[in-house]
């Protein structure tokens, strides 16, 4: 079963405007990792943030990590026509013997032109 | 870099047939494929993990005698769906990991299969 929740399962806000999903999760994490798909096609990695790490930036895009709260938010700033997609969160685990990804229910965000 | 393709992108078939779909790592070996099912606005279920020259490990609930997967060498695993049905019809995913970093994967395009 999926551990991860995002929310809200769907966003839909103004070109410029930023854009926030929140992922939560159940278990002790490794790293925690948030992927984009555009409608019927695979997944593109965006970034990967790590279980001693609170906040990671690349270009637009800032997720924080809070492993107390097990919870982690994605904000895309500045949005864009294109940066509308479906976003996952996904979580790998600290034990080992268990080395597989699992995915959140997904964030459908439409930016609105 | 890290490219993965999967053939076909999209795939029709009768019931009752079977269908294989190809993923393949282009740049870099895989020693660990992983395959996902996603249904219409779902998340991705993970259904096996397949490892270079050994049997493939399934999830729970996923019917290996139904879901064929074969990994032969280190750029290229094969799903076949046996006897497919309706229910089968579902967006296919796979993705491959480097050797040794399995939290790090790479996804194909993913392969749309439609069983009429």
């Known amino acids: 079963s999926q551990q991860g929740e995002e929310d809200p399962q769907a966003l839909s806000i103004q070109e410029g405007e930023n854009a926030t999903m929140n992922c939560s999760y159940k278990?002790?994490?490794?790293?925690l990792q948030w992927y984009r798909q555009n409608s019927g096609r695979g997944l593109v990695h965006l970034i990967l943030?790590?279980?001693?790490?609170r906040e990671k930036h690349s270009g637009r895009l800032r997720v924080t990590l809070d492993t107390s709260k097990k919870s982690s938010s994605l904000l895309i700033t500045a949005s864009r026509a294109a940066d509308t997609a479906s976003y996952f969160c996904?979580?790998?685990?600290?034990?080992?013997?268990?080395?597989?990804?699992?995915f959140g229910t997904g964030t459908r965000l439409t930016i609105i032109p | 870099g890290a490219v993965v393709s999967q053939h076909p992108s999209r795939v029709i078939c009768k019931s009752g047939t079977s269908v294989k779909i190809e993923c393949r790592s282009l740049?870099?070996?895989?020693?660990?494929m992983f395959w996902y099912r996603q249904f219409p606005k779902k998340s991705l279920m993970l259904m096996a993990t397949?490892?270079?020259?050994?049997?493939?490990?399934?999830e729970q609930g996923v019917e290996k005698d139904k879901f064929l997967i074969n990994h032969a060498s280190l750029t290229l695993s094969t799903l076949t769906v046996t006897s497919a049905h309706p229910e089968d019809s579902s967006f296919y995913i796979c993705?491959?990991?480097?050797?040794?970093?399995?939290?790090?994967?790479?996804f194909g395009p993913g392969t749309r299969l439609t069983v009429t």
């Open positions: 993705s491959a990991s480097p050797s040794g970093r399995a939290y790090e994967q790479y």
């Open positions: 278990t002790s994490i490794n790293n």
């Open positions: 943030i790590r279980s001693n790490e």
């Open positions: 996904a979580t790998y685990p600290r034990d080992f013997g268990n080395e597989k990804l699992t």
């Open positions: 740049d870099f070996q895989a020693t660990t």
């Open positions: 397949s490892n270079e020259g050994s049997k493939a490990t399934y």
